[in-house]
């Protein structure tokens, strides 16, 4: 038949030509060559299903990587139509339709036999070549439109991995829980129809969008790195280390730390993964529980947990202090790989003790995560119309994190080894618990590297010796504590104008301050994030000198007594700022609690997140304003298991002070004791300050003449949509802030009576608007507070308790009875311990 180009038995006669067998042989050569393309299609036949339409490689995108070790030489415009390789299934021609792409990148990506990662030559990188390009187009094409043929794919996905790969399984069966996809997929898998985002608005589609790209790119992900594994051993390794990740780590951080797993760490090629070779060091899951954990006694009453997020960041911080020794040695090889397999297991023992709370074990990996995606993201530019969802997929990448992980290893190892500092700062191992004094080195490493990250950022030009100092140590394997606590005083002063010496004869004040900090290193993250901001930056740095007492300004000061301030809660009658004050008033206005309010409940005012200071810059607005205190409830350890925050306010229409609410926050999911202790202390706080708590669902009283209004007071009549409503602003006033945060109030869109989310204060308007909300005199003000019940954690009904005999047992107030002034005598939920109050 006539020589077709795609057919192998063509092209590999065509390829023997090449290399100078002449007519002669051709008989022998092309039965031969039938006899390997027959055993080819033969190995190929279960790996694409009948009928089914194969991927091509996606065109050529400017700027992705092909000579990066975690990417071919090849071009990926250019893919052969049959693999040399024959476990490994082949990538064509993409279909049009996007429900054929999703089912065709399920069959080829779990159409790969175990055993093929262990064939010699690149098929694994071929195949995962295909995959990410695949993946790639998979994503640009994600729009409500494709939304449910996206979750009818992962769903498929999900079960194939389920049938072929149940090892994998038991880790990535956790993806779509933690993006939040299983009532969707249980939809899916029982035949019923999900609702179509066709109607939804813009907000709701991002989310929804948003949740099925990440369990898809994080499936994807999981896949792809266990099956080019090549040994049962890296694979069991892998899951090991995945699973806590999946599990547990935020949701905007769990992307990332999968990308560092995945495709730094455990792939093929790359840098890092010389460093889990078992022939040169322990597996990860051996050497953390040979060295963490032991001789426990008493154990903590969190215990588990603590053992699972030292398990968590373990990965992480093995990796990086593996990859200092490497460097650090003459030859690139360590010469004891068993002293670096039990310093960061004993490390995290020693943080565990001091510190159960867990706060400062997270911190660690969030640290290091942090810092390697800054480095990484450096420089680069990626259009919003060409989104790259694995940024190690990019030419330079990877060489820019190798080193950042060595250098982040080498300040880990300084920690590890310091059990204890002789009179020079150098290092003692010891096995005593050193308490506070371990978390105090913790903290200095993570601030001293996170300030350094914002000095190089912010001032390298004024600053360069700092800097200069600072990466010269970093290579150096002299290092020690009291050099690198100088280098943190020098960069101090440099980024706030401040002489070295001046904040060295403060040393104290300043690592009492790292040490009372839960997170100190995110005070210079946050600043980081806002510096070009020409109204909060200056804002921030102020804040930060007081904080770290580098200025004769206190924080109550810059709080209460900056005029801005006193011009803002100069609205109120003085008898309220004395109760508001005072030091038994409920809640806490202590600017730690506040600060962290984004990060307790994982809400968009985290310093840590993917959306920059788009939202976090009106931290601020809470932090720093007077008006602001937060309701909280802390279990025994002190995390923080549910918020409110609640701010003094002006009613637009008769100026009186009210006190608003926000919706309740919860950690680990609602809880109807948790709800039941908030209800609780916004009871106390009405009582004690005689001053209205209200929330979004609430309906406030009208005046005695709501006629005749005092003079600059108002409402807003709204007329639309069969509702007639008087609506009332709760105003804060004035304040330091330039930005503050309102929650989503009812009705938003609908009647257009609020804006939500970042407010700016102006120079021509120094009011903000945090609240609105009906008055009892208008028409439909019923009708809204029937409809709003049982929407949010202040207006539902919590279950009641019934014993054996039937009787109803409560410990817990609903709102309607708190606003009653019920005075129950329920028990508090136990465990829980009162907030602290301010200092």
């Known amino acids: 038949r006539e020589p077709d180009a795609h057919d192998p038995i063509s092209r590999r006669k065509n390829d023997l030509h090449r290399l100078g067998l002449g007519p002669r042989g051709e008989m022998y050569v092309l039965l031969g060559c039938s006899a390997i393309a027959l055993n080819l299609c033969a190995a190929r036949l279960p790996a694409v299903a009948p009928g089914a339409a194969t991927l091509l490689h996606a065109a050529h995108v400017p700027g992705r990587c092909h000579t990066s070790p975690r990417c071919s030489d090849r071009p990926l ?39 093929a990662s262990s064939e010699k030559g690149d098929g694994w990188r071929e195949w995962a070549d295909g995959g990410f390009a695949a993946h790639l187009l998979i994503s640009r094409k994600l729009s409500r439109k494709t939304y449910t043929s996206a979750l ?5 996905l999900v079960v194939r991995i389920q049938q072929k790969y149940p090892d994998l399984y038991s880790v990535l069966k956790f993806v779509p829980k933690k993006n939040g996809l299983n009532p969707e997929l249980a939809k899916l898998a029982n035949g019923e129809e999900i609702q179509s985002l066709e109607d939804a608005r813009p907000r709701e589609v991002k ?32 899951l090991w280390s995945a699973r806590t990740v999946v599990e547990k780590i935020k949701t905007d951080q769990r992307s990332h730390a999968l990308e560092m797993l995945c495709l730094a760490f455990f792939w093929r090629g790359s840098d890092e993964y010389r460093l889990l070779d078992h022939a040169l060091w322990p597996p990860l899951k051996q050497s953390f ?52 397999s039990e ?19 997270n911190s660690l990996l969030y640290w290091l995560l942090d810092a390697w995606f800054d480095v990484m993201l450096s420089g680069e530019k990626i259009p919003a119309w060409a989104p790259e969802p694995f940024i190690l997929r990019r030419e330079g990448v990877a060489t820019r994190l190798s080193v950042e992980v060595a250098n982040m290893g080498h300040l880990l190892d300084l920690v590890a080894l310091c059990g204890e500092t002789d009179e020079e700062g150098h ?36 600053c360069p010796l700092v800097l200069q100092e600072y990466d010269a140590l970093l290579r150096s394997s002299s290092l020690s504590l009291s050099q690198l606590q100088r280098v943190e005083f020098d960069a101090l002063g440099a980024l706030f104008e401040l002489d070295g010496d001046t904040v060295a004869n403060r040393s104290e004040e300043v690592l009492n301050t790292l040490l009372e900090w839960r997170n100190p290193e995110l005070l210079f993250r946050y600043y980081e994030d806002n510096r070009g901001d020409d109204r909060l930056g200056p804002l921030i740095a102020r804040w930060l000198r007081a904080i770290f007492k580098l200025s004769d300004e206190t924080l109550d000061e810059i709080r209460r007594d900056s005029p801005a301030s006193m011009k803002q809660m100069s609205h109120f009658p003085p008898e309220v700022l004395e109760r508001w004050y005072a030091a038994d008033c409920q809640g806490t206005s202590e600017c730690k609690t506040l600060f962290m309010v984004g990060e307790d409940a994982g809400s968009c005012l985290r310093v840590i997140s993917n959306e920059g200071n788009r939202y976090n810059r009106a931290l601020m607005g809470y932090v720093l304003q007077p008006n602001c205190r937060v309701l909280v409830v802390t279990d025994s350890v002190g ?18 002070p009210i006190i608003f609410a926000d919706p309740m926050f919860f950690t680990l999911g609602f809880s109807y004791e948790l709800q039941a202790e908030l209800l609780f202390q916004a009871r106390l706080l009405q009582e004690h300050m005689q001053v209205p708590v209200v929330h979004s669902c609430s309906v406030l009283p009208a005046p005695q003449d709501p006629d005749h209004l005092p003079e600059g007071c108002y409402v807003r009549e709204v007329r639309q949509l069969d509702y007639d409503v008087r609506w009332v602003d709760l105003l804060e006033m004035d304040g330091i802030a330039p930005y503050t945060y309102s929650e989503e109030l009812p009705y938003d869109e609908l009647l257009q009576q609020h804006h939500a989310g970042v407010l700016e204060r102006t120079e021509e308007d120094r009011a903000l608007s945090i609240a609105v909300l009906p008055r009892s005199d208008s028409p439909s003000a019923e009708r809204y507070k029937k409809e709003r019940q049982g929407l949010t954690g202040w207006t539902m009904v919590p279950k009641k308790l019934i014993d054996d005999a039937g009787n109803c047992h409560r410990s817990y107030y609903s709102f309607a009875e708190v606003e009653a002034g019920y005075g129950g005598d329920g028990v508090l939920p136990a465990g829980f311990v009162m907030p602290a109050l301010d200092e």
């Open 343 to 361: 310093d960061i297991a004993y490390m995290l023992d020693r943080i565990a003790r001091a510190g159960p709370e867990e706060k400062v074990i």
């Open 207 to 238: 989310r929804a969008v948003s949740d099925v790209q990440r369990a898809i790119e994080q499936s994807w992900l999981l896949l792809c790195c266990y099956l080019t594994l090549p040994s049962r051993q890296m694979r069991e390794d892998m």
């Open 427 to 462: 290092c003692v191992i010891t096995e005593k618990d050193v308490g506070d004094q371990m978390l105090l080195q913790v903290k200095q490493v993570e601030t001293t590297a996170t300030l350094l990250a914002s000095i190089r950022n912010s001032c390298a030009e004024a």
């Open 639 to 656: 995390r923080v298991m549910a918020r409110s925050l609640v701010r003094l306010l002006v009613r637009s229409d008769t100026r009186e």
């Open 289 to 340: 529980e040979s060295n963490f954990g032991a001789n426990w006694h008493p154990k903590p009453t969190n215990a588990r947990m603590v053992w699972q997020r030292c398990r968590m960041v373990y990965p992480f911080l093995e990796v990086a202090h593996r990859a200092w020794l490497s460097a650090s040695s003459e030859d690139g090889v360590p010469e004891e790989w068993k002293r670096g």
């Open 77 to 115: 415009e250019a893919a052969p139509a049959a693999s040399l390789y024959g476990a490994w299934p082949v990538w064509e021609r993409p279909p049009v339709e996007y429900d054929t792409i999703m089912s065709t990148f399920v069959e080829v990506t779990t159409s790969v036999p175990l055993r």
């Open 152 to 156: 009818q794919g992962l769903l498929e």
